[in-house]
């Protein structure tokens, strides 16, 4: 079974473009979540989407945004970009279905690096 | 929110030795707690995890123990051996909610 695939996996941008990430989860798992990971910050939650439909949401500003598409692969997009935007973007698949009790594994893609320049 | 603080963010031990990475979090509510090992320029993966309804797990040279009450988890390592070097991270997650609270990380050094 393939695993959670992430383009592009290093890209180089400026201040105040934009950019889009996409994942595709591993085949049967509907639930798609986003990190971002700085050195000494661990991984911060952007945002979960299951069924087409953003379930969780993080603590990021606005502009950090998602979607998912019918077949579960997620993209996420940044706009107007900052220096502090510089980063792992991890994207995560997992099973969990939303009912109750129900823990998903968290299967993780390589990430796209992020330099902000 | 939840808040997962995770300590020492550094540790250094001989092959052979035991280590041990603590973390607490703030949230009650919280109630599945994974631990993920990062090697450089890999993803994380998932090595082992603990419900609220269970003290301690192990599984080889891995256990970790939660102490529900004091709202602290660790994660123990036994014989540790080179290929242990990387950098762990403990989690939390609330019932129901698919949204996992990471800890800084711990890079673990094992010298041969």
């Known amino acids: 079974k393939a695993g959670v695939t992430q383009t592009p996996r290093y890209l180089i941008k400026t201040r105040g473009q934009q950019v889009t990430l996409s994942c595709s989860p591993i085949s049967g798992h509907r639930s798609v979540s986003w990190y971002q990971q700085t050195p000494g910050q661990g991984l911060q939650f952007l945002f979960e989407?299951?069924?087409?439909?953003?379930?969780n949401k993080g603590n990021f500003p606005g502009r950090f945004s998602g979607r998912q598409f019918s077949n579960s692969r997620s993209e996420m997009n940044v706009s107007t970009l900052e220096l502090g935007d510089s980063a792992l973007y991890l994207c995560a698949s997992s099973l969990a279905t939303g009912l109750a009790g129900v823990v998903g594994e968290l299967f993780f893609g390589e990430g796209s690096r992020l330099t902000v320049l | 929110g939840e808040n997962v603080e995770q300590h020492p963010s550094t540790l250094s031990v001989q092959e052979g030795d035991s280590a041990v990475i603590k973390c607490t979090y703030s949230d009650s509510a919280s109630n599945y707690f994974p631990w993920y090992k990062q090697e450089l320029g890999k993803r994380p993966q998932l090595i082992i995890d603990?419900?609220?309804?269970?003290g301690e797990k192990k599984d080889q040279r891995i256990a970790v123990t939660l102490n529900k009450t004091a709202k602290h988890f660790s994660l123990h390592i036994t014989e540790t051996q080179p290929e242990d070097s990387a950098v762990y991270f403990c989690a939390a997650r609330k019932y129901n909610f698919n949204k996992f609270y990471f800890g800084s990380g711990t890079k673990l050094n094992v010298k041969p």
């Open positions: 989407y299951f069924s087409e439909t953003q379930r």
């Open positions: 603990i419900r609220s309804n269970v």
